[in-house]
């Protein structure tokens, strides 16, 4: 079992910065983590996703250049650090962890065995 639980969500101005948080405890040796969001009525999308090395990581469009995911194994911990918000970056913000397997992109939220109970990221514009 893998508990995740994230942190760092709040309210910030378009143009912002923001760091989100992902702790991990139990069996995460070898878990690739992505982040999600969800926007009210939306469904949840992809954002990011890095590998346990870290040497493989994945954005979707619209966040490049502007986020950036990264990981400490030590620290059992994956971060998002998130700069020149938009109010369209508004959501709930979702860390998730899987152990890859054959097929294994990263980039669908059905590909993910655990979730974190998520943290608001409110952009005003």
């Known amino acids: 079992q893998v508990q995740l639980v994230e942190s760092g969500g709040g309210l910030v101005q378009a143009g912002g910065s923001l760091r989100l948080s992902c702790a991990a405890s139990?069996?995460?040796?070898?878990?690739?983590m992505g982040w999600f969001r969800q926007a009210p009525g939306k469904e949840r999308e992809f954002v990011a996703t890095?590998?346990?090395?870290?040497?493989?990581?994945f954005y979707t469009e619209s966040v490049k250049g502007r986020f950036t995911i990264s990981r400490d194994n030590a620290k059992n911990t994956v971060y998002l650090q998130m700069s020149s918000l938009k109010p369209e970056d508004t959501a709930v913000y979702y860390c998730?962890?899987?152990?890859?397997?054959?097929?294994?992109?990263?980039?669908?939220?059905?590909?993910?065995?655990?979730w974190g109970q998520g943290t608001q990221v409110t952009v005003a514009s």
């Open positions: 998730a962890a899987r152990r890859p397997v054959l097929g294994f992109t990263g980039r669908r939220a059905a590909e993910y065995e655990y």
């Open positions: 139990g069996r995460t040796s070898g878990s690739a």
């Open positions: 890095i590998s346990w090395s870290g040497g493989s990581i």
